[in-house]
């Protein structure tokens, strides 16, 4: 049995269309899905409920998603093991077809590739996203998925998950080049932030949790294969994406001074960044 491990801190408005996407024409047993509600102030818990047995829900009030995901996996009874962020979209179909690449002991690790929705986000955005789609961290489908699976004996590789923000930079880094791997073909779909201001919170969080993840797990970062520089220097080469790239840079500038400043503070709190949860009746199909 595959279990799925979801972190949701109030997640009412999109854990419905996932877990919709994820038990669609699954039969019963086949995936094991643990809802790990932490600290939510709204009725996420209760939504995930109304599925039934499929889904069973944890209920914590430690805000925490490192703890969170520690919970789900004291609860979850399956492998491989595959940790879902609630705000994506992925079908029940693409779960298997990450279950059935790690039963095989050919890989540790496993993801797909993000597929960004940029419906509604304003040109600044999607500007931002047209560059990045063309950059080699791009293609890695650990960390910018919103998900990754690990076989059995890649989830022995690590302990419980240590309280850092980006768990699954954190999940890639662990295992080296030549034991992930990204699923040709498929995708999650990943949902923009709907304006730059917006975009700068996600990008700022991002870039902290790499900040933090090199800070404390300086000898992990030799794991990392994924090199944006050569690929976006190139790019300007072409006088079109000039504009784009100049959007990319300066959100990316300005998101890695803010992360930086932030590390040198104590007490850091999540900024969480809200537009790109609001959904505009985009069908699970698409997942």
């Not at 080469?237 to 100049?246: E, N």
Request: glycine content about 10%; overall charge positive.
């Amino acid at each position: 049995m595959t279990s799925v491990v979801i972190a949701a801190h109030n997640e009412a408005a999109v854990i419905g269309g996932l877990l919709s996407a994820l038990t669609r024409n699954r039969s019963d047993g086949e995936l094991d899905i643990v809802v790990v509600c932490n600290g939510c102030l709204d009725n996420t818990a209760d939504i995930a409920r109304g599925f039934g047995p499929s889904v069973r829900v944890v209920e914590t009030d430690v805000a925490s998603k490192s703890n969170a995901l520690n919970l789900g996996d004291e609860v979850a009874r399956g492998f491989p093991r595959i940790y879902l962020d609630a705000d994506i979209l992925i079908d029940g179909g693409t779960i298997m077809a990450l279950s059935n690449a790690l039963q095989s002991g050919e890989f540790l690790a496993a993801g797909v590739s993000p597929e960004i929705n940029t419906s509604g986000c304003s040109i600044g955005v999607k500007a931002f996203y047209s560059i990045k789609d063309k950059l080699p961290s791009s293609q890695e489908g650990i960390a910018g998925s919103g998900l990754y699976a690990v076989s059995k004996a890649g989830r022995m590789r690590f302990g419980k998950f240590p309280a850092i923000v980006s768990d699954d930079l954190y999940a890639r880094l662990v295992f080296q080049e030549t034991e992930r791997t990204t699923l040709p073909g498929l995708h999650s779909v990943v949902f923009a932030a709907k304006n730059v201001s917006a975009l700068l919170v996600q990008r700022t969080r991002s870039a902290f949790g790499s900040g933090q993840l090199a800070h404390l797990y300086p000898d992990l970062l030799g794991n990392n294969s994924a090199h944006n520089h050569k690929a976006l220097v190139g790019l300007f080469k072409y006088p079109s994406l000039w504009f784009k790239l100049a959007i990319y840079i300066y959100v990316a500038a300005r998101s890695k001074l803010k992360a930086r400043k932030l590390l040198g503070e104590a007490g850091y709190v999540w900024e969480r960044e809200q537009t790109s949860r609001a959904r505009s009746n985009l069908s699970t199909e698409r997942a």
